[in-house]
């Protein structure tokens, strides 16, 4: 099952979940630009990088918290390397944005732009995979939990 289809069907969908992915459609249609001039493309790169990070904060807060995905499947799982791979990466995904938007400001010349959505363009799917990734996750936690398997 695919994040993009466990949030369709609304199955396992928490509204940092839901917010993520909404937040890395709207980067990946800034990054396409359009017919806008360049500073136009970038401030609209830079709302969706800001949203992004915005909801990657409030994904890491919620999935940390006591009654938390990550909190949960610790106890139904043990800390097993996925899940310490999937905190490792919510923090590479926080610090990976937090330096696009800085280096937005940089963007003077068509490479500097061009680097900037190339990198742009490996979040938005970086995002993506990490939500499949942990929706992987709780769906392995729930069948541990409900005794699937045994």
Same mark, same amino acid.
């Given at each position: 099952?695919? $994040?993009?289809?466990?949030?369709?069907?609304?199955? $396992?969908?928490?509204?940092?979940?839901?917010?993520?992915?909404?937040?890395?459609?709207t980067?990946?249609?800034a990054?396409?630009?359009?017919?806008?001039?360049?500073?136009?493309?970038?401030?609209?790169?830079?709302?969706?990088?800001? @949203?992004?990070?915005? &909801? %990657?904060?409030?994904?890491?807060?919620a999935?940390?918290?006591?009654?938390?995905?990550?909190?949960?499947?610790?106890?139904?799982?043990?800390?097993?390397?996925?899940?310490?791979?999937?905190?490792? +990466?919510?923090?590479? %995904?926080?610090? @990976?944005?937090?330096?696009?938007?800085? +280096?937005? +400001?940089?963007?003077? &010349?068509?490479?500097?732009?061009?680097?900037?959505?190339?990198r742009?363009?490996?979040?938005?799917?970086?995002?993506?995979?990490?939500?499949?990734? %942990?929706a992987?996750?709780?769906?392995?936690?729930?069948?541990?939990?409900?005794?699937?398997? +045994?």
């Amino acid at each position: 099952m695919t $994040y993009e289809s466990t949030i369709k069907s609304g199955e $396992y969908e928490s509204p940092e979940h839901a917010t993520i992915a909404e937040a890395t459609k709207t980067l990946a249609l800034a990054t396409q630009g359009g017919q806008m001039s360049h500073d136009a493309w970038l401030t609209q790169v830079r709302i969706g990088l800001e @949203e992004v990070l915005r &909801s %990657l904060e409030a994904h890491g807060q919620a999935a940390e918290a006591p009654a938390g995905i990550l909190a949960e499947m610790d106890v139904s799982m043990g800390r097993c390397e996925h899940i310490t791979a999937a905190r490792r +990466d919510h923090a590479e %995904l926080l610090a @990976e944005t937090a330096c696009l938007i800085a +280096d937005i +400001d940089d963007c003077a &010349s068509p490479q500097a732009t061009g680097a900037l959505l190339q990198r742009a363009g490996w979040l938005a799917q970086a995002l993506t995979r990490h939500a499949d990734e %942990l929706a992987e996750l709780r769906m392995a936690s729930f069948n541990l939990d409900i005794g699937v398997g +045994d």
